[in-house]
């Protein structure tokens, strides 16, 4: 991420906050240290610490196997041997629960590459070269907007058939057009900088302007739209999950364990309710990291 | 005004006509096409045969023309017929609309007389030990799933309420107004959660904005009241980015409606569309996808020109 390259100014200056320059090193400190006062964001943080290593360590964390079942505890109380209780087959909440954040954050991670790649590769390419381009980019995304996100989704994976793969490619499709947006409007005012004309005077190639010159004056409200996607895409995979289109059974998922519960909640509510909270507390740090982010990076944006 | 609205229409033409085209291709994202679908488990047709309904069909056509002549029926009302049912869809789908635009109004009436006042009440409190419980409590509103506060609030209602509310079935407008309206109260209240933590923060950051105006400074040097400046002058020019996305909002809804619907069991666009994709009635998905997307853009429109009218700076952008 240090470019090194770049003359370093003096840290905090709005420019540089804007990506104006490169990143030097007390740039970034600066950064961490405004994210590190704001008691929200670090929050936010340390609830996602523990999500991804519950994913990571899913295997030694767990009490139990996600798919064990114990026919004679079957839709268990909390207890000390069930912590958040068991299923209509007699699984381990809490061990669905930690194995169901690997679907979760995979989804969220691959489907938000997708759509990062291919909406900032159409917005740098629609804002840099503009004319026809532009204008059929431009109206194509006006098209997609024109869906509600879930209904998009939902018809992509209805059509390809109900699979956590499938599900992950509807979220990146229907989450492309945001970074395509925003790509596109920050490469337009990026373009009239003099720097970028002075660089293609120079002789530099597209591929060199758009990487070195372009590119980096992108990246702050990136970073900021990458966590908001992250906790929408994590949502829109539950309900997904929860409608049976994401994740099959057996496989944990906590859209899907939601919707068990649901429908078997006269008979004891636990299995909708705790993987319903996973969902949410893992929302809220990619929110409330978000939003941290944002102002860190925008000072003008705080209130 | 009038070119503005002319602009705009030709607009919305252009873009239902691409959402026309991907409803269009959604069908072709299956996996083999429609004459695999409607013999699939017998598998006892001749390549002949399967060859002569492809025909029938007009899947033995270039894509264009096939599209033109889905669009050409599309355009005299006729959106197929359902694999499963054999009956045409379009009669079926307006039977269901009624209810989701009801709940979706219902929803969006909730967000905005819940929202407007926190978000005017935390920006006026700016920084207090209120404002900063309505801003943890916007980031979860935004945090939750819908279907998980829709179960949640079913648990509560059916342990605590005694029945108050019904939690599942739908009773038409027609029939009984309130009844109808008792029966979409939870599914509304579910649904508007996320749109209020949206708002809220909308009006709250839209009312700081206009506070730093000279003319709020003005107003109160004149001497107004504290409330008749944040009513009269603030909230008035404050509301007007959060009306805009109005229109946007209305997506969300209808979008949160499909799962919303299916959480309590009521026979709306959504629950169509869901029993489509279980059933692999395509014809019906398409169909169920286009209506919504369309109502949509519909809607957009009808804001925009709503505020093109109030505020005329917009007209000539």
Redesign the interface.
Known sequence: MNSGSAPSSVAGTPEMLNGDSGRSKSHYHELLQRLRRDR?TTAGAAILAVVVIMAIFAPLIAPYSPLAQDPLHLFADPSRQHLLGTDDLGRDILSRIIWGSRASLYVGFVSVSIALLLGVSLGLIAGFYGRWLDTIIA??L???F???????A?????????SLTNAMIAIGIVYTPVYARLTRAMTLAAKRREYVDAAIVMGARDARVLRRHILPNVTAPLIVQTSLSL?LAI?TE??LS????GAQPPDPSW?SM??T??RL??LS?WQ??FP?MA???T??GF??VG?GLRDALDPRMR? | MIRYAARRLL?VV???F??S???FL??R???GDVVDLILGSEGTASPQQLAELRKLFGLDQPLYTQYLSWLGSLLQGDLGNSIRTGRPILPDLLDRLPLTVQLTSLAMFFSIIVAIPLGVMSSVM?NSKFDGVLR?GG??G???????IA??L??LV?RYGNGIFPTSGYVPLGRDPVASYKSLFLPALALAAPNVAILMRMT??SM?EVLRHEYVVTARSKGLRNSAVILRHVLRNALIPVVTIAGVQV??L???A??IE??FALPGVGTL??N???HRD?PM??AG?LL??AL??MVNLVVDLLYSFLDPRIRYE
């Open positions: 929200l109206r194509g006006d098209i997609v024109a869906f509600p996100t879930i209904l998009l939902l018809g992509i994976v209805g059509m390809l058939g109900p906790s949502l539950a309900s929860f409608l049976g289109l859209g939601v919707n519960g649901q909640i006269e509510p909708a309710v319903g969902i949410a507390l929302v809220l929110n409330l939003d209130n | 607009q252009f873009v239902l691409g959402v085209i991907v409803v959604m069908l994202l299956i996996p700016r943890v980031l979860l935004l945090s939750i799933p819908n279907f998980w179960t949640m079913i648990l059916s709250r950051s700081l997506g969300y209808l979008g949160g499909i799962v299916q959480v569309i869901l489509g994709i279980s395509y998905v398409q996808t919504v997307a949509f853009v």
